[in-house]
């Protein structure tokens, strides 16, 4: 049963537009959530992360926004540029054992269109 | 500096035989992570080391899955009697420590195959 929902396999935006990239999780345990990206054969990267303390967290280009209540989380990036397509993971660290173990949602393709 | 590397990038095998793959993790770095992440999947967790020993081997399908830290650094996950539903991207990821919101950093990972 999948914790960790990305229900959008696939996303494209035109260059210099909003990209936004949507993830549900079912545990309201989670306390900590991470955004991961991935070039084809490459290793997934940290992108950015949410406690769940907050409800935004920006890095330039990048935000992420966590609703709690709806247990949903987004990361926007303005604007997109052609080196933001890649495979974009939402993933959590497991409540129950204090030891960064993460759960990956399966995925957003994202293509930016010239 | 240097990252996660993993060896072979690619392996081929036949199904029923053995495999070993390795992970070399940043040095410093007494966290070690193994995911495994099948065609249209996210990487799923599979086992940790904190140091030498597994802390949380939880994700290990089955028997046929193992994996060793023996010096706290390299480590290695062994797959006998390879079956074709063992196909997949084997990921490493290490950081400083575990349990403090520390990076995980991970490797390019494994292309395993079983034919």
């Known amino acids: 049963d999948q914790q960790v929902k990305q229900n959008s396999p696939s996303l494209s935006v035109q260059e210099g537009r909003i990209s936004i990239l949507n993830c549900d999780y079912t545990?309201?345990?989670?306390?900590?959530f991470l955004w991961y990206k991935k070039y084809p054969a490459e290793g997934p990267t940290f992108l950015i992360s949410?406690?769940?303390?907050?409800d935004k967290n920006e890095d330039g280009r990048f935000t992420v926004f966590l609703n709690k209540s709806a247990k949903h989380l987004s990361l926007h990036i303005v604007p997109s540029q052609p080196g933001d397509s890649a495979v974009y993971f939402c993933?959590?660290?497991?409540?129950?054992?204090?030891?960064?173990?993460?759960?990956f949602g399966k995925g957003t393709r994202l293509h930016i269109l010239p | 500096g240097a990252g996660v590397s993993q060896t072979p990038s690619n392996k081929v095998t036949e199904k029923g035989k053995y495999v070993e793959l390795r992970c070399d993790p940043i040095?410093?770095?007494?966290?070690l992570y193994w995911y495994r992440q099948s065609l249209g999947q996210g990487p799923e967790f599979l086992i940790y080391?904190?140091?030498?020993?597994?802390?949380?081997d939880s994700g290990l399908p089955n028997d046929r899955f193992f994996a060793v830290r023996p010096e706290g650094s390299v480590s290695t996950l062994k797959i006998q009697r390879t079956e074709r539903g063992d196909s997949a991207v084997y990921l490493c990821?290490?950081?400083?420590?575990?349990?403090?919101?520390?990076?995980?950093?991970f490797g390019p990972g494994t292309r395993l195959t079983v034919t």
């Open positions: 990821a290490s950081s400083l420590n575990a349990g403090g919101g520390y990076e995980q950093y």
């Open positions: 545990n309201s345990m989670f306390d900590y």
């Open positions: 949410i406690s769940s303390i907050k």
């Open positions: 993933a959590a660290s497991d409540p129950q054992k204090r030891d960064d173990k993460i759960i």
């Open positions: 040095s410093g770095h007494t966290a």
């Open positions: 080391f904190q140091g030498t020993g597994a802390a949380d």
